[in-house]
């Protein structure tokens, strides 16, 4: 295989998902080529990957290269870009507040999520253009977010084949083993809806009778308590009021709003909460409602650039001392790899795809892009049929299918009116009125990377 990494120079990501091809053995031969407009980062993340390859005693050609050279003859090209970076991003999520809108992490729904995908769609299908022109049976498979309306835009294009990839399913399944003392393996679930807002349906869990109906607050209290060692006294209404006071809301109970969802609601999330409570009304409206809701703001800057940082530093102290890759010890729950290894040798690997929707989910709509499992093959990566949401969330994720299908047009079209209609569509902004101004602020703020809105 001939593998292409866009974004090949983020030390937040290359070096595990790097190492994660490395540490197969039917990919072993390969050849693994960064690209990344950040040359001097690429080269030395290539620098770290080889070092990786020879601590493993495995036999890639890895190497950086200019896009279009990457590009011609690969089989995968896996994209993972900002466009505009950590200072856009801080657009995203600062300029909704004057607005009424407290993002928690602001990259996938909301007006920041839609800001986001205006700036990500045009670069991706140009992205996908180049693919067409020089790897046009390769598949991409991107981690970028917004993961469904870029991988929506790239269907609509119809040059390549895409699917989006997340590990919120790994970080469920981590939480909920812990909570029923289970190993991993012991739990399984149908996926249904889309990025950041898919639910567990017809979860199973070895030994464990009626699983959902154990998925309440009481005993996710009980969790924290016995299991994390949290010092928490008096009543659930006690410990949730203390939860909502303390000094940094959402770390007390982290997990507090999906037990409210399955208990009262009737469903499970894959996501962190602070990307949950971004699909829905009513929460993300103040920081006393986020504390309400026991929810922390994971925020932009200086968060990400200080975790970049320190990543790149850990990247170099390893090189300089000629330490041991850390990543190359043992594979990450990514399925990056599994869909590699499965499209390269015909073994089916399981993953978790956003890709249309060809009938897996019954009850959205044809063509939109929802996220399911799916199986990685020679013949390509196909998703299963996993029929109708809850009923409990369906209304909700029909509104967020339509904001996000909206944000596309917006992108594709650079129409203003699509975009205030993108906005009013989302359930996170209460005040519908004042969309035209949200709109034209977000606009300005980032109107370098948005070639495509002449008028606003």
């Keep these: 295989m001939k593998i292409v990494i866009i974004g090949g120079g983020s030390v937040l990501w290359t070096p595990r998902l790097g190492c994660d091809f490395l540490l197969e053995d039917a990919l072993d031969g390969s050849e693994l080529v960064l690209n990344d407009i950040d040359r001097d980062a690429a080269v030395l993340c290539a620098r770290y990957l080889r070092a990786a390859n020879a601590q493993l005693k495995k036999h890639w050609k890895i190497s950086v290269a200019g896009i279009d050279s990457a590009l011609k003859g690969a089989d995968l090209v896996l994209v993972s870009i900002s466009t505009g970076g950590f200072e856009a991003m801080a657009v995203d999520y600062n300029v909704p507040e004057k607005y009424g809108v407290y993002h928690t992490v602001g990259d996938t729904t909301g007006p920041g999520g839609i800001s986001r995908s205006l700036r990500n769609i045009p670069v991706f299908i140009d992205i996908a253009r180049k693919m067409n022109k020089y790897c046009p049976d ?28 997340c590990h919120e399913y790994t970080g469920a399944i981590g939480t909920l083993s812990a909570f029923f003392g289970v190993d991993r393996s012991e739990i399984d679930s149908l996926c249904v809806g889309v990025n950041h807002f898919t639910v567990l349906k017809d979860l199973t869990v070895k030994g464990v009778k009626d699983p959902m109906k154990q998925l309440t607050v009481a005993n996710y209290i009980e969790f ?62 103040s920081p006393e409602m986020l504390a ?71 009850d959205l709509p044809r063509d939109v892009t929802v996220e399911t499992w799916a199986l990685a093959t020679r013949c390509g990566i196909h998703p299963v049929a ?5 009923v409990s969330v369906k209304g909700f994720m029909e509104q967020i299918v339509t904001e996000e299908e909206l944000t596309v047009e917006a992108a594709l079209t650079g129409s203003f009116d699509t975009f205030v209609q993108a906005l009013v569509a989302s359930p996170m902004l209460a005040d519908k009125s004042a969309a035209p101004a949200l709109a034209k602020e977000l606009l300005e703020g980032n109107k370098q990377y948005l070639p495509q809105f002449t008028k606003f």
Aim: charged letters at 25%; a positive charge; glycine letters at 8%.
């Design 292 to 362: 309400k809701w026991s929810i922390y703001r994971k925020g932009v800057l200086p968060n990400r650039p200080k975790a970049k940082a320190e990543r790149r530093d850990k990247v170099l102290k390893v090189l300089e001392e000629r330490a041991a890759v850390p990543e190359a010890a043992e594979r990450s729950r990514e399925m990056i790899a599994d869909a590699a290894v499965g499209l390269l040798t015909g073994e089916p690997r399981r993953v978790i795809a956003a890709c249309a929707n060809r009938g897996q989910i019954d």
């Design 224 to 285: 924290e308590k016995t299991s994390r060692g949290k010092q928490l006294s008096g009543t659930v209404d006690d410990i949730v009021e203390q939860a909502a006071a303390a000094p940094e809301p959402g770390m007390l109970l982290p997990g507090y709003l999906h037990f409210c969802l399955a208990e009262k609601w009737g469903f499970y999330p894959l996501a962190g909460c602070p990307h949950v409570c971004e699909s829905l009304p009513g929460i993300n409206t």
């Design 138 to 165: 390769a598949w991409m498979l991107h981690v970028t977010n917004p993961l469904t309306q870029l991988t929506r835009a790239v269907e609509r294009s119809g040059l390549i084949r895409t699917i989006g990839m």
């Design 386 to 390: 996993s029929g109708k949401l809850p």
